[in-house]
């Protein structure tokens, strides 16, 4: 195995503690005759038998991650194809194979992992007296709630493993691969949609969210001008035309973060994807915009519940990423940001006031503030709905619930009388309602 893996090209950098070179590494301590046995002369077997048990353990806790079934070394084998980041992979990616001498790399790359694939443990499990290889390559997982592992990736990894288990050689490999590199793209933007961000080394790193809801804006009710404002936009986006910064504000729980949401889950599959970044993180916004800006995907920095008190500053750094800065923003990114108030930023009477001690010039205050909205192109307000809205969205949530009983004025006097205890009037006190009744019907 080692000496197969070190003629690795293109997908030779999978870090040196990955599974594939750590197991490498101690088959080779096992020393192969001339009649092709296996044997441990010089070797401690009980030392190399523990060690194997540690990578096994390792490809256990990859399985349950990733709910890899069936054959655990062949998933996660075409889980490296599937992530690994690099020249060849990003090339293809949303566009599939294309020509050039680098294909002789990759197919030399993937008859090696042919021969991964078609690898015979069994000399090995003899010499050790152990049978860990055997079950991890006829493996039945324990079923798992779709909320425990990231169900789209396994499920797209594991296409994949079938698919080169049936390939006759390494030619048929090279169009499997880059088929699925354009269907589904390569790595965490690949196969993910949502990202958040987290500091390594002082560094900001993007992280995919594994679970993410599955709303989509046929789910939200209501709002309909205001939905065809953020798919045009959106539409526009993803198919490379112009399109704008967009801030949704309006009262709280009327579904702004919401739209958000069902937008990423209506255009994932044609190449969208969501990073959710906070304020405090803003000063990183640059060095996010750095690591995706050469991919063929189309990104939404995602600011939820966006505000600005008088003494926070980092909407500077916001101002200078939308425009303004000497680097102009990618056109494969655009900023979605949703706020209760409609400048985003505190206003207060002084910014207005000609008598202000602290300004000397009228209303300069107020423009530095008002500038930082000036940037969305779009913005589209989501406000209270009005009574008959409000009812019209508890009408339309309720006959998403099965075996419900209550006529239409029952629904509504019922609901009228909830939202008087909860917060008034909006689509998430519909929805809360709607639970609420789900929750007393029993199945």
Not at 224 to 251: H, P, S
Not at 373 to 378: D, E, L, M, N
Request: aromatic content about 12%; glycine content about 6%.
């Amino acid at each position: 195995m080692n000496r197969q893996i070190s003629k690795l090209v293109i997908y030779r950098d999978l870090g040196n503690n990955s599974i594939l070179y750590s197991l490498a590494e101690i088959i080779g301590k096992l020393r192969k005759s001339s009649d092709g046995e296996y044997g441990t002369t010089n070797v401690n077997k009980e030392e190399i038998t523990s060690q194997i048990y540690v990578q096994i353990h390792r490809l256990l806790e990859l399985a349950t991650e990733y709910g890899f079934d069936t054959n655990l070394w062949h998933n996660y084998l075409a889980f490296i194809l599937a992530t690994n980041e690099n020249p060849f992979s990003i090339t293809c990616e949303k566009v599939g194979a294309r020509e050039g001498s680098v294909n002789q790399f990759a197919k030399s790359d993937f008859k090696i992992f042919k021969q991964l694939f078609e690898y015979n443990f069994s000399e090995i499990e003899k010499e050790l007296e152990i049978n860990c290889f055997s079950i991890i390559q006829n493996y039945h997982a324990v079923v798992k709630n779709g909320k425990r592992y990231n169900r789209s990736v396994s499920e797209k990894v594991r296409l994949l493993s079938t698919q080169i288990e049936q390939a006759k050689d390494e030619d048929e490999i090279f169009h499997i691969v880059t088929d699925f590199y354009r269907d589904y793209g390569v790595g965490k933007f690949g196969l993910n949609k949502a990202f958040r961000i987290h500091h390594k080394d002082n560094k900001p790193i993007i992280y995919p969210i594994t679970n993410t809801s599955e709303i989509h804006l046929d789910d939200l009710v209501g709002y309909e001008i205001q939905k065809k404002k953020l798919v045009d936009n959106t539409e526009a986006f993803v198919e490379g035309r112009k399109a704008n910064n967009v801030l949704l504000f309006g009262d709280s729980g009327t579904g702004k973060s919401t739209s958000v949401k069902a937008i990423l889950n209506g255009y994932y599959s044609r190449g969208l994807r969501m990073i959710e970044i906070y304020k405090h993180q803003f000063e990183d916004l640059s060095a996010v915009i750095s690591q995706i800006k050469n991919r063929n995907y189309k990104f939404i920095i995602f600011m939820d519940d966006l505000s600005f008190e008088e003494f926070e500053i980092e909407y500077k750094y916001l101002k200078a990423v939308i425009e303004g800065g000497l680097e102009i923003k990618p056109d494969n990114v655009l900023i979605y940001a949703t706020s209760n108030r409609r400048h985003i930023i505190r206003e207060t009477w002084s910014d207005r006031s000609d008598m202000s001690k602290d300004e000397l010039h009228r209303s300069d205050t107020m423009q530095e503030k008002l500038s930082l909205v000036a940037r969305f192109g779009i913005s589209i307000n989501f406000s209270a709905p009005t009574q008959k809205e409000y009812f019209d969205i508890v009408k339309g949530l309720a006959k998403q619930i099965p075996n419900m009983e209550l006529t239409e004025e029952e629904l509504c006097a019922k609901a009228n009388i909830w939202e008087l205890s909860h917060g008034g009037k909006s689509g998430r006190t519909a929805q809360q309602f709607i639970n609420y009744l789900a929750g007393q019907i029993k199945q």
